[in-house]
């Protein structure tokens, strides 16, 4: 895409200064159970689940990535871009109108000046009078037309540019993996969602309107002048010449500036999404003061590049003045000396436009800037629209049964799993099977890799190797819908949306109120909500922090009990909540979901000790595996954490 030469390698900006990134080294240490959702994704698929790259192409590792200002001209395959969203017919349709309707003011001014040089006749009226005036009128509806249309034709376009750019960064980032989101700063998206595509919305097809405009007005003035003077022909392009060296020194500087600017506002986004996310934590210690000089600071690395905009603009305008004035000086010139050969009707057009191409000089060279200046953010919009992709959420072809999982049997073969492909191995060669309806509880110690392999189940993470196995189906070789649609997580964190209390049971409407309602009673809520004014209708506010932590727990239970897939996967749910509520939820799992495969990454020694296996994992190896009461004599790893906990 785009002409070669034309753009250079993007260099990663820090509040609009740019910096360069030392040797990305792989990462010598272990990634914590806790935190493992926080590190960046692996881009490397299996052969048949394999990332839908558009051109990425490989950095350094970064744990999170600075927004990038692009340098060097804008690549051609920017603006085609921006036609193609537009659409091919609306864009060449526009250019014919812009055409017509400056050819029909070039025929009228002419027109009009070959009327002022008829004789009149004796009686004081002219012969061709109602001849010229038809056509005059004629080229003047003509010209009315050909400006409605243009002027629809650009607006509508616009607004097809605007949508289909906005649906397509919309669609690509919903699609991204979760690695995109953890590395990428909230500032960056914001920046793109609001100000880039108000850019789109608003600024673009306003100075496209002007810049076409302004373009044949000049070459309708430089025709006129031309044929009224020929000898100006010696002039003009010397004079045109210095026009453009004096746009192309500004462009590069306001292209660039405009750049800056557009990076540097990102992280003034991403403070202020951060300090509404911590305002009670920054009043509780006083951190008022930091948090505004730091706001302040961002602000102004905002303004350092805007702020030589505007100087730029003004350096243009007094550049742009002198240039046109010569171009009326020598008009005026060469009609006096060419006087005697020429009709006053034609002198005084020619003149007449000279007059007013310094006007559409100036225009000209600034929509030319702007042109070049605002299409930066159909770049940036383009950015995130190219960015590596998930594996397809259905695949028809591979789509399993209705009835899949029927006994909920997972194999794990020689799996493997880094997080990214310059980093070590998280999960090495683990190769374990377990039955339909097993309760398997995994431990291990900080860092072991318990997180990691519900990040492989899930496929957050795809495989570096190997395979996992669910009910004699690879789970690699079907949708990720079909996939997670099939296992249940609660995690640790549990998740709920602004909305009311039934959307976050059931979101899709599929169960009936009495199949909530049973679901609530047996996740020990039903008293709660049956409590609360709206019941049901009880609006949650965002992240349910109107509920405690164990009643948010407990709701993502009762979103279990809905479900009730064939896996579930405990992802150290109770780590965060009090006993009383671990045990209301140990217990109704064990009565609940007694036919299903039940994973449990342990927090708790205690919760699994009842389980039919138990998997010890350490340093991403599977170190033991066997009954809880069997581990214990065999006073390894297992037992040495029974220790620490007090079990033994």
């Given at each position: 895409?785009?002409?070669?030469?034309?753009?250079?390698?993007?260099?990663?900006?820090?509040?609009?200064?740019?910096?360069?990134?030392?040797?990305?080294?792989?990462?010598?240490?272990?990634?914590?159970?806790?935190?493992?959702?926080?590190?960046?994704?692996?881009?490397?698929?299996?052969?048949?689940?394999?990332?839908?790259?558009?051109?990425?192409?490989?950095?350094?590792?970064?744990?999170?990535?600075?927004?990038?200002?692009?340098?060097?001209?804008?690549?051609?395959?920017?603006?085609?871009?921006?036609?193609?969203?537009?659409?091919?017919?609306?864009?060449?349709?526009?250019?014919?109108l812009f055409l017509c309707n400056h050819v029909s003011a070039l025929a009228s001014n002419y027109w009009l000046s070959l009327w002022t040089d008829d004789r009149p006749a004796v009686n004081g009226t002219q012969e061709?009078?109602?001849?010229?005036?038809?056509?005059?009128?004629?080229?003047?509806?003509?010209?009315?037309?050909?400006?409605?249309?243009?002027?629809?034709?650009?607006?509508?376009?616009?607004?097809?540019?605007?949508?289909?750019?906005?649906?397509?960064?919309?669609?690509?980032?919903?699609?991204?993996?979760?690695?995109?989101?953890?590395?990428?700063?909230?500032?960056?998206?914001?920046?793109?969602?609001?100000?880039?595509?108000?850019?789109?919305?608003?600024?673009?097809?306003?100075?496209?309107?002007?810049?076409?405009?302004?373009?044949?007005?000049?070459?309708?003035?430089?025709?006129?002048?031309?044929?009224?003077?020929?000898i100006a022909a010696v002039i003009i392009p010397p004079l045109g010449l210095v026009y453009f060296f004096v746009q192309r020194f500004y462009v590069a500087s306001s292209r660039q500036l405009k750049r800056l600017e557009?990076?540097?506002?990102?992280?003034?986004?991403?403070?202020?999404?951060?300090?509404?996310?911590?305002?009670?934590?920054?009043?509780?210690?006083?951190?008022?003061?930091?948090?505004?000089?730091?706001?302040?600071?961002?602000?102004?690395?905002?303004?350092?590049?805007?702020?030589?905009?505007?100087?730029?603009?003004?350096?243009?305008?007094?550049?742009?003045?002198?240039?046109?004035?010569?171009?009326?000086?020598?008009?005026?010139?060469?009609?006096?000396?060419?006087?005697?050969?020429?009709?006053?009707?034609?002198?005084?057009?020619?003149?007449?436009?000279?007059?007013?191409?310094?006007?559409?000089?100036?225009?000209?060279?600034?929509?030319?800037?702007?042109?070049?200046?605002?299409?930066?953010?159909?770049?940036?919009?383009?950015?995130?629209?190219?960015?590596?992709?998930?594996?397809?959420?259905?695949?028809?072809?591979?789509?399993?049964?209705?009835?899949?999982?029927?006994?909920?049997?997972?194999?794990?073969?020689?799996?493997?799993?880094?997080?990214?492909?310059?980093?070590?191995?998280?999960?090495?060669?683990?190769?374990?099977?377990?039955?339909?309806?097993?309760?398997?509880?995994?431990?291990?110690?900080?860092?072991?890799?318990?997180?990691?392999?519900?990040?492989?189940?899930?496929?957050?993470?795809?495989?570096?190797?190997?395979?996992?196995?669910?009910?004699?189906?690879?789970?690699?070789?079907?949708?990720?819908?079909?996939?997670?649609?099939?296992?249940?997580?609660?995690?640790?964190?549990?998740?709920?949306?602004?909305?009311?209390?039934?959307?976050?049971?059931?979101?899709?409407?599929?169960?009936?109120?009495?199949?909530?309602?049973?679901?609530?009673?047996?996740?020990?809520?039903?008293?709660?909500?049956?409590?609360?004014?709206?019941?049901?209708?009880?609006?949650?506010?965002?992240?349910?922090?109107?509920?405690?932590?164990?009643?948010?727990?407990?709701?993502?239970?009762?979103?279990?009990?809905?479900r009730k897939t064939k896996i579930l996967v405990l992802d150290e749910a109770t780590a965060a909540v009090d006993l009383e509520t671990d045990d209301l939820i140990q217990s109704t799992i064990r009565t609940q979901f007694?036919?299903?495969?039940?994973?449990?990454?342990?927090?708790?020694?205690?919760?699994?000790?009842?389980?039919?296996?138990?998997?010890?994992?350490?340093?991403?190896?599977?170190?033991?595996?066997?009954?809880?009461?069997?581990?214990?004599?065999?006073?390894?790893?297992?037992?040495?954490?029974?220790?620490?906990?007090?079990?033994?």
């Amino acid at each position: 895409m785009g002409v070669s030469g034309l753009g250079k390698e993007s260099k990663p900006v820090e509040n609009g200064i740019l910096v360069t990134d030392a040797v990305g080294k792989p990462l010598q240490r272990h990634l914590s159970n806790s935190s493992s959702h926080s590190v960046v994704t692996n881009q490397q698929h299996s052969s048949t689940a394999e990332l839908q790259k558009s051109g990425v192409k490989e950095e350094t590792w970064k744990l999170m990535e600075a927004d990038k200002a692009q340098t060097g001209q804008v690549k051609l395959s920017v603006y085609w871009n921006y036609m193609k969203a537009i659409g091919l017919c609306i864009s060449f349709l526009s250019i014919f109108l812009f055409l017509c309707n400056h050819v029909s003011a070039l025929a009228s001014n002419y027109w009009l000046s070959l009327w002022t040089d008829d004789r009149p006749a004796v009686n004081g009226t002219q012969e061709n009078r109602n001849f010229r005036l038809s056509v005059y009128g004629a080229l003047g509806i003509l010209q009315g037309v050909a400006v409605f249309g243009y002027s629809m034709a650009v607006s509508i376009g616009g607004i097809f540019a605007s949508r289909r750019l906005h649906l397509d960064l919309l669609q690509n980032v919903l699609r991204s993996p979760m690695s995109f989101f953890e590395r990428t700063p909230s500032g960056n998206l914001v920046n793109r969602f609001s100000k880039e595509l108000d850019t789109v919305d608003s600024m673009i097809p306003q100075v496209i309107k002007m810049f076409m405009g302004s373009l044949f007005s000049v070459i309708g003035a430089v025709i006129i002048i031309l044929l009224a003077t020929p000898i100006a022909a010696v002039i003009i392009p010397p004079l045109g010449l210095v026009y453009f060296f004096v746009q192309r020194f500004y462009v590069a500087s306001s292209r660039q500036l405009k750049r800056l600017e557009s990076v540097s506002r990102s992280p003034v986004y991403s403070h202020f999404n951060e300090t509404l996310l911590g305002v009670s934590v920054i009043r509780a210690f006083e951190e008022q003061e930091r948090f505004i000089r730091q706001s302040d600071l961002k602000v102004d690395e905002n303004q350092k590049a805007y702020y030589p905009s505007i100087v730029a603009n003004r350096w243009l305008a007094v550049r742009l003045e002198c240039v046109g004035n010569c171009i009326v000086l020598f008009a005026a010139l060469f009609a006096v000396i060419s006087r005697h050969s020429l009709s006053a009707g034609l002198v005084g057009l020619s003149v007449s436009y000279s007059l007013q191409i310094t006007a559409y000089l100036n225009w000209l060279v600034r929509m030319s800037s702007e042109m070049e200046t605002n299409i930066v953010a159909v770049e940036r919009l383009k950015e995130y629209s190219e960015t590596e992709k998930e594996a397809s959420w259905q695949i028809q072809e591979t789509a399993p049964p209705s009835t899949w999982p029927h006994s909920g049997r997972v194999e794990f073969r020689d799996y493997c799993l880094r997080y990214r492909e310059d980093l070590d191995l998280v999960l090495k060669h683990i190769n374990v099977t377990i039955e339909g309806g097993e309760k398997v509880g995994i431990v291990g110690r900080t860092g072991a890799g318990k997180s990691s392999l519900t990040l492989g189940l899930f496929r957050i993470n795809e495989s570096a190797e190997g395979e996992i196995i669910i009910d004699g189906i690879n789970i690699a070789k079907i949708g990720l819908h079909n996939l997670r649609f099939k296992i249940t997580i609660i995690p640790q964190d549990p998740v709920l949306f602004s909305g009311s209390l039934r959307m976050n049971l059931d979101p899709f409407s599929q169960y009936s109120d009495e199949e909530v309602w049973m679901a609530l009673e047996l996740a020990h809520l039903k008293g709660f909500v049956s409590a609360l004014p709206d019941k049901l209708n009880h609006e949650c506010a965002e992240g349910g922090e109107n509920l405690s932590v164990g009643q948010r727990q407990l709701v993502c239970l009762a979103r279990a009990l809905l479900r009730k897939t064939k896996i579930l996967v405990l992802d150290e749910a109770t780590a965060a909540v009090d006993l009383e509520t671990d045990d209301l939820i140990q217990s109704t799992i064990r009565t609940q979901f007694e036919d299903s495969t039940v994973l449990t990454i342990a927090h708790r020694l205690n919760t699994i000790m009842d389980y039919t296996r138990v998997i010890v994992l350490d340093k991403g190896e599977i170190r033991e595996c066997g009954a809880p009461s069997e581990l214990l004599q065999q006073r390894g790893v297992f037992y040495s954490m029974a220790k620490d906990a007090g079990l033994v």
